[in-house]
């Protein structure tokens, strides 16, 4: 394994360029799908690696539950520093863990939450709330419900009837998409590693980017989805969650970007292809896709190697 079992924790840097890059220079779609594959993988095997290093890191200290086997030199001699890496990965691993389960948690008892409150409704697409403070958001289906829009009579009454249609087209987008499948993934990805963060902040934007281009289409009226965003980010309250997405944002954010990107020309289409290192975001993709890739193979690398040695420390006898 050597120094290569710690690449994995330093090369989501590698994905920070791309992700600011992204929001201008692709499609809200194709950046929303390339940063949240970007950030799953770097984040699997971020906490990969840390799970390495705690295992031989930590097979030779007293009272640990190991076999006597992993305490091998060999194993030890694997990994530089083994005492102070694994010392560290012990506490690391475990903030990982509490922090996707924290998450994960958050994430679930807002769902139920939400979904009482909804139970008196009728099942249509859309539930009204009888409430006065403005917020709308899009609650996915699960258990045989379907997906819903759900927003209060305070921000329908705050809205004129072109732009309420805008504000159903954009979470209808939402629903679509399965916006709220990237906004989780990235989150917990956050989560397993710090210097993912800037996919997380970037999977927002463009996310609310893709519903924005879909409602637009949908409505016809670029000028008229601007100005429902614009108006819902003024009034609504911030989302029960970050997973759940919303229209406005819950305050000004990222709003006054995806206003003028909707004022301005409609994005082209591409799909997800492979632009040339010779312009500025295909050099920051390829470099992405390079480092995710060589933190895939570093951290497989790593695995099978400590898979050879335990295996040959456990089958020499005593």
């Known amino acids: ?170 979470e209808r987008a939402h629903l679509a998409g399965r916006h709220h499948q990237h906004l989780l993934a990235v989150q917990l990805a956050a989560r397993a590693n710090p210097f993912l963060r800037p996919l997380r902040t970037a999977v927002t934007f463009t996310a609310e980017r893709w519903a924005d281009e879909t409602a637009a289409g949908v409505v016809g009226d670029r000028r008229t989805v601007a100005r429902a965003i614009g108006r819902a980010a003024l009034i609504s309250a911030p989302a029960p969650v970050a997973t759940l997405p919303q229209a406005g944002g819950g305050g000004v954010g990222p709003v006054p970007r995806r206003v003028a990107a909707l004022l301005g020309p409609e994005p082209a289409e591409p799909g997800l292809v492979w632009l040339p290192l010779s312009t500025s975001a295909g050099l920051a993709i390829w470099g992405a896709a390079a480092g995710a890739t060589v933190s895939a193979l570093s951290s497989a690398n790593s695995a099978v190697t400590l898979f050879l040695l335990l295996r040959a420390a456990a089958a020499t006898p005593l």
């Open 1 to 170: 394994m050597g120094v290569f079992v710690f690449l994995p924790l330093l090369l989501p840097l590698s994905a920070w360029p791309v992700a600011r890059l992204a929001e201008h220079r692709l499609h809200p779609r194709t950046a929303t799908r390339l940063l949240t594959g970007f950030a799953v993988v770097l984040a699997l095997c971020s906490t990969l690696c840390l799970a390495l290093l705690m295992v031989v890191g930590t097979a030779q200290l007293p009272g640990n539950p190991l076999p006597d086997g992993w305490s091998d030199p060999e194993v030890r001699a694997a990994v530089p520093y083994d005492v102070i890496a694994g010392s560290i990965a012990i506490p690391a691993l475990g903030a990982v863990v509490v922090g996707a389960l924290h998450a994960l948690v958050r994430h679930l008892r807002v769902r139920r939450r939400v979904e009482r409150a909804l139970a008196g409704l009728p099942g249509r697409p859309v539930a009204v709330l009888p409430d006065p403070v403005p917020y709308a958001y899009a609650l996915p289906g699960r258990r045989g419900t379907g997906d819903r829009v759900v927003v209060s009579a305070g921000l329908l009454a705050a809205l004129g009837s072109a732009e309420r249609r805008a504000l159903f087209a954009h």
